[in-house]
C-alpha cells in the first residue's frame, strides 16, 4: 500500500507497540492522528480515509487519538539557557482553566504543559516546580511578562527577567494551539481529562512531527537528539 510505504519510515516503529492489536495498518492509524492532529475534524479524517479505501468510524479515529495520548513519551529532558513561559484561558465546557506552558528558545521545543483550573502566582509557582522536576533548570533564565511570574521564581530560585520580544515563540505557539482549539468550536467540548490528553498530544505532534522553518525544516526534538 502505497500510504503505508509513505508513512511507515517515520511512524511504524514507535507507534507498532502502541496499536499492535489494531486490525488497520500502523501507518494509516499515524495518518489519522496526524490529520486530525493539524486540524481535520473527525468527519473530515475519516473522509480522507475513505478516499484512500480505508472505511472507518469516528470513534475508531477518536480511540486512535486517545490511545497515542496515553503512550506520548515525555519530551527530551534538557539543559535550556533561555525558557520562555506563559499561560493562556481555554473554556471548557463553558468554564475557564488555564494552560501553561514553556518551550525553549534555542530548540522551540515544549518542555511541558500543564492544565489548571486557575491563574495566578501559586499555579505559576506549581508549574515550574513540575518543570524543574522533568529539565535541568540550574542555568535557565525564564523570560516573563508579568512580575506575578517573577514571584513564582524567586519562590523556587530560578533566575528569570521580563522580557517581551524573545518570548513571543510561546505567544505564536498558544496561537497556533487556538486556532486549531476554534478549528470545531469555541471552547472545548468534553472532559477536563479529554482535554489535558489532547493538549499533551498537540505538543508531542509539534516538538516530534512539525516542521520548524527556522529550524531549517527539523523538528525540536530533531534539533535536540541531533
Sequence with gaps: ?????????CFAADLEE?????RTAT??????????????????TTSILAELGV????????NWVHRIADSVPDPPTVKPSRVAVDETAIK??????????????????????QLFGRHGTDP???FLHGLREIHDLSDTIFLVDGYGYQTALARLRLSGRLDYVDRNLIEKWFHTLKMRVDRFHNSWVGSRSSAREWFEQFAHYYNRQRPHQSLDGRTPADEVLN
Excluded at 27 to 44: D, I, K, M, N, W
Excluded at 55 to 62: D, I, K
Design 124 to 126: 505559576a509557582a506549581a
Design 92 to 113: 471548557i465546557n463553558g468554564e475557564w482553566s488555564w494552560l501553561y506552558a514553556a518551550i525553549d528558545i534555542e530548540t522551540k521545543l515544549i518542555l511541558d504543559v
Design 27 to 44: 501507518p494509516v492509524r499515524a495518518f489519522a492522528v496526524r490529520l486530525h492532529a493539524t486540524g481535520c475534524s473527525l468527519r473530515e
Design 55 to 62: 472505511e472507518r468510524s469516528h470513534g475508531a479515529v477518536w
Design 1 to 9: 500500500m502505497m500510504l503505508a510505504d509513505l508513512l511507515s519510515e
Design 18 to 22: 502502541t496499536w499492535e492489536r489494531e
